[in-house]
């Protein structure tokens, strides 16, 4: 172990790396014959750290281990220096499995003796600049400069990344000067109702393959880690025969929870990968585990698939192939890959668990206790059956089947074992036959396992694919942790409005447009994505901007008397038109009363003028939006304790003033009373669930002003009739969103997002 661990270090890899590879036995082989290859070539300290990095890397992903001694040659030759050559070695070695090996077409095919001059890679670029010149000079820097990197790359496949980029950034330079101030402002806004990202691609645009290249249908085998067998291309022939070559996807949720916001990101890929790329996709719920699945939960993930705008081609579920997952392990057992095992599931948890002494048992005995197992014949944790391989992560021999007596939601009693996730889902996406197994980047470590049961029983096997996965701040998305909210009394339920369940977020007034424009900025990342709230809340912002149409509310009521109006308002009501977008009043208007009595925000009266304030005070008259008047402080009216309680005022129409007022605020009429629920964020830190941020846990970090019930606000009655969730902007307050709580005597509404950004917040 020390030996090795000094071995491992001596190329480049940190203590702790070393300390992690050596416990995946299959890498830590491979490695070690990788080093001693290339040392035959250098001597012990001739393997540097680039050259190191590249046999790691090469080892790790390399599952043919006769072209390892082949492979670190290359390596140690300095002929492989890069990793894109290392990729398309791979690449070449994966999809000529005979023996023996062309080495000149391996050459050509890695770029092996190429050399790129500097001449060449100005030339290149030169030409992909004149080709984008037209643009360039209109849209200066910001101009999509990926694209100049990505054509020129292509033009020059073997050459170095950082050389091209400086001579992208010198050439860029030497055509538009350096930046300006117009260039350092900050870029416009995209159109509200595109899926722009910040490069300017749609999310469709992107899944189509823009940004990641995946295998095409039946060409599986190309895939870095994939392992060939050989009944591979016959199953891919009988899988094209299937699907007709059109690529399959699967959403696959456990039913013990409602979806978060980064399920949204998982919603979009797998549904929209499909759909960018005209393919299926399938809602396959994992109901694996029926201690924990309730019928409102499979209720919910549909409703919130359905509400991002995704229909499924097929709504299964893992226990639609109970019977042959069931044959499937049998049949596993009889290939000798699988065994029943006794070991408790303490000593089952964690990576360094102790070997089975029941490994080796006989297959025989092995399907009679699995045969037992699935009597009911044996209690809880007293059998488990094991599949025999290693993970990537080292974790040895993974759980197939575990005993639960516990009636399954859709199968009942018929069952007492149940198949893991580890075993299941591989399986499930081979019966489906789902071309692209699309997944977060937490489940790489399976990978190998994945393609490792596919072939261990010899049926089709599909490709998993990992892309990072979306986090948020400010908040926490574990099942766990908002079943500890919602017992604790911290929230109402998962669909409070201060969490980030999709279902919270429907009902806080969040547009799904909004949530899929989000994702598509966040882009299709590899790496893990955390972003802060107040990006979401922007692309909120710019779909209701378009689409809530105005409406008044006070918030804060001030009763106003308008003195020089008649007191009867049956005959001297005026009605006011207000357009439902004032920057496209095409859109459509509607009309509110004005009449004597009026009310305003509290806080748009100041009693003593005060340097910089621009509305209501006893010397400053102000103007009412969309009426046509000012009017003036008459009378200022307190209760006992000296606190203003009502105005008397006059007014004239803001045609006859002498000059404009300072600022027109909003008003209302013969106002409809509602409930306003304003929210702000739950948590106080950044990352709640981080010790080192909040040494207490995460229900020590509630911010206690998350929620704010106002009951008695006011709003104009335009909004009389309004629907659960439908929007409004309640001028110069918010958009708000009505409550499923309202009722036909009281509507409630919830504040989605203010109408900017509050600093404070960033």
Same mark, same amino acid.
């Given at each position: 172990?020390?030996?090795?661990?000094?071995?491992?270090?001596?190329?480049?890899?940190?203590?702790?790396?070393?300390?992690?590879?050596?416990?995946?036995?299959?890498?830590?082989?491979?490695?070690?014959?990788?080093?001693?290859?290339?040392?035959?070539?250098?001597?012990?300290?001739?393997?540097?750290?680039?050259?190191?990095?590249?046999?790691?890397?090469?080892?790790?992903?390399?599952?043919?281990?006769?072209?390892?001694?082949?492979?670190?040659?290359?390596?140690?030759?300095?002929?492989?220096?890069?990793?894109?050559?290392?990729?398309?070695?791979?690449?070449?070695?994966?999809?000529?499995?005979?023996?023996?090996?062309?080495? !000149?077409?391996?050459?050509?095919?890695?770029?092996?003796?190429?050399?790129?001059?500097?001449?060449?890679?100005?030339?290149?670029?030169?030409?992909?600049?004149?080709?984008?010149?037209?643009?360039?000079?209109?849209?200066?820097?910001?101009?999509?400069?990926?694209?100049?990197?990505?054509?020129?790359?292509?033009?020059?496949?073997?050459?170095?990344?950082?050389?091209?980029?400086?001579?992208?950034?010198?050439?860029?330079?030497?055509?538009?000067?350096?930046?300006?101030?117009?260039?350092?402002?900050?870029?416009?806004?995209?159109?509200?109702?595109?899926?722009?990202?910040?490069?300017?691609?749609?999310?469709?645009?992107?899944?189509?393959?823009?940004?990641?290249?995946?295998?095409?249908?039946?060409?599986?085998?190309?895939?870095?880690?994939?392992?060939?067998?050989?009944?591979?291309?016959?199953?891919?022939?009988?899988?094209?025969? #299937?699907?007709?070559?059109?690529?399959?996807?699967?959403?696959?949720? /456990?039913?013990?929870?409602?979806?978060?916001?980064?399920?949204?990101?998982?919603?979009?890929?797998?549904?929209?990968?499909?759909?960018?790329?005209?393919?299926?996709?399938?809602?396959?719920?994992?109901?694996?585990?029926?201690?924990?699945? $309730?019928?409102?939960?499979?209720?919910?993930?549909? $409703?919130?698939?359905?509400?991002?705008?995704?229909?499924?081609?097929?709504?299964?579920?893992?226990?639609?192939?109970?019977?042959?997952?069931?044959?499937?392990?049998?049949?596993?057992?009889?290939?000798?890959?699988?065994?029943?095992?006794?070991?408790?599931?303490?000593?089952?948890?964690?990576?360094?668990?102790?070997?089975?002494?029941?490994?080796?048992?006989?297959?025989?005995?092995?399907?009679?206790?699995?045969?037992?197992?699935?009597?009911?014949?044996?209690?809880?944790?007293?059998?488990?059956?094991?599949?025999?391989?290693?993970?990537?992560?080292?974790?040895?021999?993974?759980?197939?089947?575990?005993?639960?007596?516990?009636?399954?939601?859709?199968?009942?009693?018929?069952?007492?074992?149940?198949?893991?996730?580890?075993?299941?889902?591989?399986?499930?996406?081979?019966?489906?036959?789902?071309?692209?197994?699309?997944?977060?980047?937490?489940?790489?470590?399976?990978?190998?396992?994945?393609?490792?049961?596919?072939?261990?029983?010899?049926?089709?096997?599909?490709?998993?694919?990992?892309?990072?996965?979306?986090?948020?701040?400010?908040?926490?998305?574990?099942?766990?942790?908002?079943?500890?909210?919602?017992?604790?009394?911290?929230?109402?339920?998962?669909?409070?409005?201060?969490?980030?369940?999709?279902?919270?977020?429907?009902?806080?007034?969040?547009?799904?447009?909004? #949530?899929?424009?989000?994702?598509?900025?966040?882009?299709?990342?590899?790496?893990?994505?955390?972003?802060?709230?107040?990006?979401?809340?922007?692309?909120?912002?710019?779909?209701?901007?378009?689409?809530?149409?105005?409406?008044?509310?006070?918030?804060?009521?001030?009763?106003?008397?308008?003195?020089?109006?008649? /007191?009867?308002?049956?005959?001297?009501?005026?009605?006011?038109?207000?357009?439902?977008?004032?920057?496209?009043?095409?859109?459509?208007?509607?009309?509110?009363?004005?009449?004597?009595?009026?009310?305003?925000?509290?806080?748009?009266?100041?009693?003593?003028?005060?340097?910089?304030?621009?509305?209501?005070?006893?010397?400053?008259?102000?103007?009412?939006?969309?009426?046509?008047?000012?009017?003036?402080?008459?009378?200022?009216? !307190?209760?006992?304790?000296? !606190?203003?309680?009502?105005?008397?005022?006059?007014?004239?129409?803001?045609? /006859?003033?002498?000059? !404009?007022?300072?600022?027109?605020?909003?008003?209302?009429?013969?106002?409809?009373?509602?409930?306003?629920?304003?929210?702000?964020?739950?948590?106080?830190?950044?990352?709640?669930?981080?010790?080192?941020?909040?040494?207490?846990?995460?229900?020590?970090?509630?911010?206690?002003?998350?929620?704010?019930?106002?009951?008695?606000?006011?709003?104009?009655?335009?909004?009389?009739?309004?629907?659960?969730?439908?929007?409004?902007?309640?001028?110069?307050?918010?958009?708000?969103?009505?409550?499923?709580?309202?009722?036909?005597?009281?509507?409630?509404?919830?504040?989605?997002?203010?109408?900017?950004?509050?600093?404070?917040?960033?």
């Amino acid at each position: 172990m020390a030996d090795a661990l000094t071995l491992f270090t001596s190329i480049g890899l940190s203590e702790q790396k070393a300390k992690e590879t050596l416990k995946n036995e299959a890498l830590s082989s491979a490695l070690k014959d990788a080093i001693v290859q290339a040392q035959r070539v250098h001597g012990p300290s001739g393997v540097d750290k680039a050259m190191g990095t590249l046999l790691y890397s090469m080892a790790s992903r390399l599952r043919d281990t006769k072209r390892l001694a082949f492979l670190s040659d290359h390596i140690a030759q300095r002929k492989i220096c890069t990793e894109l050559q290392l990729a398309a070695a791979l690449d070449f070695v994966k999809s000529h499995p005979q023996d023996p090996m062309n080495q !000149k077409e391996f050459e050509d095919a890695c770029g092996v003796g190429v050399v790129i001059t500097p001449e060449q890679i100005e030339d290149a670029v030169e030409s992909v600049i004149k080709k984008h010149k037209e643009q360039l000079l209109k849209e200066r820097y910001r101009f999509n400069m990926g694209l100049l990197m990505g054509e020129a790359r292509t033009a020059l496949k073997w050459a170095d990344g950082k050389i091209i980029k400086n001579e992208v950034d010198m050439q860029v330079l030497h055509l538009l000067g350096p930046k300006t101030e117009a260039d350092l402002e900050k870029k416009p806004k995209v159109t509200p109702h595109s899926e722009m990202n910040n490069e300017g691609k749609s999310l469709m645009e992107q899944l189509r393959g823009e940004a990641l290249k995946f295998h095409k249908p039946g060409e599986n085998y190309k895939t870095e880690g994939y392992v060939v067998t050989p009944n591979t291309m016959n199953l891919l022939k009988k899988h094209l025969e #299937i699907t007709g070559g059109q690529i399959r996807t699967r959403f696959p949720p /456990e039913p013990n929870g409602i979806l978060h916001i980064g399920h949204a990101k998982a919603i979009n890929f797998n549904f929209g990968y499909a759909k960018a790329n005209s393919g299926i996709c399938f809602l396959r719920y994992d109901d694996t585990n029926p201690e924990k699945e $309730e019928e409102k939960y499979f209720t919910a993930i549909r $409703e919130m698939v359905e509400w991002l705008g995704y229909k499924p081609y097929a709504i299964t579920h893992a226990s639609d192939n109970f019977q042959q997952l069931y044959d499937l392990a049998v049949d596993l057992i009889r290939r000798g890959h699988a065994y029943v095992c006794h070991q408790k599931g303490e000593e089952l948890k964690g990576h360094n668990v102790p070997p089975s002494p029941w490994r080796d048992r006989p297959v025989e005995e092995s399907l009679i206790l699995f045969e037992r197992m699935k009597k009911g014949l044996y209690a809880e944790g007293e059998a488990t059956l094991r599949m025999k391989m290693v993970m990537e992560d080292g974790k040895m021999d993974p759980v197939a089947y575990r005993i639960k007596y516990t009636p399954h939601h859709r199968t009942g009693d018929e069952w007492c074992i149940y198949p893991t996730y580890d075993y299941t889902h591989c399986l499930c996406d081979s019966i489906e036959n789902i071309t692209h197994s699309l997944c977060t980047k937490e489940f790489q470590a399976r990978r190998s396992s994945y393609f490792w049961l596919c072939n261990a029983l010899d049926v089709y096997c599909p490709v998993q694919w990992e892309y990072g996965r979306l986090n948020l701040t400010y908040t926490v998305v574990s099942k766990r942790k908002i079943i500890k909210l919602v017992e604790t009394g911290i929230v109402r339920d998962w669909d409070d409005p201060r969490l980030f369940t999709l279902t919270a977020l429907r009902r806080r007034g969040f547009p799904a447009e909004a #949530i899929n424009n989000f994702c598509a900025r966040v882009g299709v990342t590899v790496a893990q994505v955390t972003m802060e709230p107040h990006l979401l809340e922007a692309c909120v912002r710019d779909v209701l901007n378009e689409t809530a149409p105005r409406a008044m509310a006070v918030l804060e009521p001030l009763k106003v008397t308008i003195t020089n109006l008649p /007191e009867n308002a049956k005959v001297c009501t005026l009605y006011v038109r207000v357009p439902d977008f004032p920057a496209n009043e095409a859109k459509g208007s509607h009309v509110v009363p004005f009449t004597r009595t009026i009310f305003i925000e509290q806080s748009d009266f100041r009693e003593v003028m005060e340097k910089g304030y621009k509305r209501l005070t006893p010397e400053q008259p102000v103007g009412l939006r969309h009426a046509g008047y000012v009017i003036f402080v008459q009378r200022v009216i !307190k209760d006992s304790q000296g !606190k203003v309680v009502a105005l008397e005022v006059t007014c004239c129409s803001s045609t /006859e003033t002498a000059e !404009k007022p300072k600022a027109f605020i909003h008003w209302v009429s013969q106002p409809l009373k509602c409930e306003v629920r304003l929210y702000e964020r739950l948590f106080l830190h950044r990352n709640p669930e981080d010790p080192s941020e909040v040494p207490g846990g995460f229900l020590s970090d509630i911010n206690p002003n998350s929620l704010q019930v106002i009951s008695s606000a006011f709003v104009d009655s335009s909004v009389k009739g309004a629907k659960v969730f439908d929007k409004f902007q309640f001028e110069r307050v918010g958009y708000f969103s009505l409550d499923p709580d309202s009722t036909a005597d009281k509507l409630v509404f919830n504040r989605t997002v203010t109408l900017k950004e509050d600093p404070g917040k960033i």
